[in-house]
């Protein structure tokens, strides 16, 4: 399996809901990203897990929760989020310290 | 930190034309350099990349050129078809080796 599923494919959430996001991989990769990406523009990264540990968090306010519960799956917990959080978030893996990243299609977030 | 530029933002090419991005990175310690290619509302996918000890590597009808004391490589495709039109973001990865810093993308338009 060399692939990055994401769940679901789109989401749509109030200001004062939440929701998570879901990303699975059993390629046997280590290192598991989330990125932000809005409109014409390039992804950006928000989290990275490296041997299920947060290891980078690029300022992310805390509305966004990630959590790594195994080497297989990461989550991104979405709460009280505002309209600009509105975006695709895409989630990629890789094996630590190894270059190429995979990445999943994408989960496309509408928040109203 | 690392930061990345690329030229141009749009580019059209008449079918079998060949098209050049180039992008500039700003950090001499980066050493690994992948272009990714998105098509509208799927993922980036991997079509080629490059490492800091390699000056030019080539698949097909893409190559990806190094030059590391410029501090900057291209991307070339020849024989440019229809299903080449999207968007290709290069990248550049930084010498902790998780977090990539994406280009801001150029958007390649095949016109048959």
């Known amino acids: 399996d060399t692939e990055v599923t994401q769940t679901p494919k789109h989401l749509v959430m109030g200001m004062t809901n939440k929701k998570s996001l879901k990303c699975e991989q059993h390629?046997?990769?280590?290192?598991m990203y989330w990125y932000k990406q809005k409109a014409k523009k390039p992804p950006e990264l928000m989290f990275v897990?490296?041997?299920?540990?947060?290891?980078i968090n690029e300022s992310v306010p805390s509305r966004f929760s990630p959590e790594c519960p195994n080497s297989s799956l990461l989550n991104l917990h979405l709460h009280a989020l505002q309209p600009e959080d509105s975006a695709l978030y895409l989630c990629?893996?890789?094996?630590?310290?190894?270059?190429?990243?995979?990445f999943g299609p994408g989960t496309r977030l509408t928040v109203l | 930190g690392e930061n990345v530029e690329q030229h141009p933002s749009t580019l059209s090419v008449q079918e079998g034309d060949s098209a050049v991005i180039k992008c500039t990175y700003s950090d001499s310690a980066s050493n690994y350099f992948p272009w990714y290619k998105q098509e509208l509302g799927k993922r980036p996918q991997l079509i080629i990349d490059i490492r800091s000890n390699v000056g030019e590597k080539k698949d097909q009808r893409i190559a990806v050129t190094l030059n590391k004391t410029a501090k900057h490589f291209s991307l070339h495709i020849t024989e440019t078809q229809p299903e080449d039109s999207a968007v290709y973001f290069c990248?550049?990865?930084?010498?902790?080796?998780?977090?990539?810093?994406f280009g801001p993308g150029t958007r390649l338009s095949v016109l048959p």
């Open positions: 390629m046997g990769h280590r290192a």
């Open positions: 990248a550049a990865r930084d010498n902790y080796g998780q977090n990539f810093v």
């Open positions: 897990y490296s041997y299920e540990k947060l290891s």
């Open positions: 990629a893996s890789s094996q630590v310290g190894e270059d190429t990243q995979y």
